[in-house]
């Protein structure tokens, strides 16, 4: 509202007008419109997803913005470009505060991202690149969720070259699987890793795999060494002596 006040003076002298009162506030309008719906687990917002601006008539308006991030009802949590969330639908809120307080008001604005589960890496390791039958080898198995996400946690199982694990738990992202001497079909091997997550990875990453080869050739045969005394000539009808027989019997054998 406004109060006009008129001082009147003498005829034909110039009249003084003083208007007092208070000016309405304008409200910004916001707009928002990020890059993606969704992004996968591990991704930081970014710049493409906490970008809203200000404006009022076509003209962009200097102020700060303010970013919260709030999943299934539940409480808000500040977030910057760097956040990095974890799996959910989640309501941005973004709060814009005008620079110019006199003429503008705060204003906010809200969108939904939902934060997908990531697909993690395995390695697979064994301990040599070529074996005989006659060896047994290790595999060792490495999940990697990526630089600064959650270790994942779960089961991971080997198969290849005609062998298959028991499922082996992870710990600290790794499991040593050891493949007995002899179950691993010759020729070049692919040794496949597959992981599963448990209850407490299921929503933050996806089931995968990984492989690695190698070499298994067939162990050498040993051939046995036959140790014979000559033994002393005897006459034609006399019965072998034991030693005789018993040295004999012994070559069947071998």
Known sequence: QAALSIAYNASGSPQAVSLTGTGVQSTPILLWSPSAASITYGTPLGTGVLDATANQSGSNL?????????????????????TVLGTGTYTL????????????????????????P????????????????????????????????????????????????????????????????????????????????????????NSVSGSNSLIVTAASKTTPTITWNTPAAITYGTALRSEERRVGKEC???
Not at 104 to 116: E, H, M, P, R
Not at 146 to 170: D, E, H, I
């Open 118 to 205: 990531a697909t993690p890496t395995v390695t697979v390791l064994p301990s040599a690149s070529s074996i005989t039958t006659a060896q047994a080898l290790t595999v060792t198995i490495s999940v990697n969720g990526g630089t600064g996400n959650l270790t994942p946690t779960g089961f991971v199982t080997l198969s290849g070259g005609g062998y298959t694990s028991a499922a082996a738990t992870l710990s600290n992202g790794s499991a040593s699987i050891s493949i007995p001497a002899g179950k691993l079909a010759t020729g070049s091997d692919t040794l496949t890793a597959t992981y599963t997550p448990d209850s407490s990875s299921s929503s933050t990453y």
């Open 252 to 254: 069947r054998s071998r």
């Open 93 to 116: 809120t973004a709060t814009f505060t005008p620079t110019d307080t006199t003429d503008y008001t705060t204003a906010t604005a809200t969108v939904s991202i939902t934060i997908n």
């Open 62 to 82: 200097a102020g700060t913005f303010a970013y919260s991030a709030t999943l299934n009802s539940g409480t808000p949590q500040a977030v910057t470009q760097a």
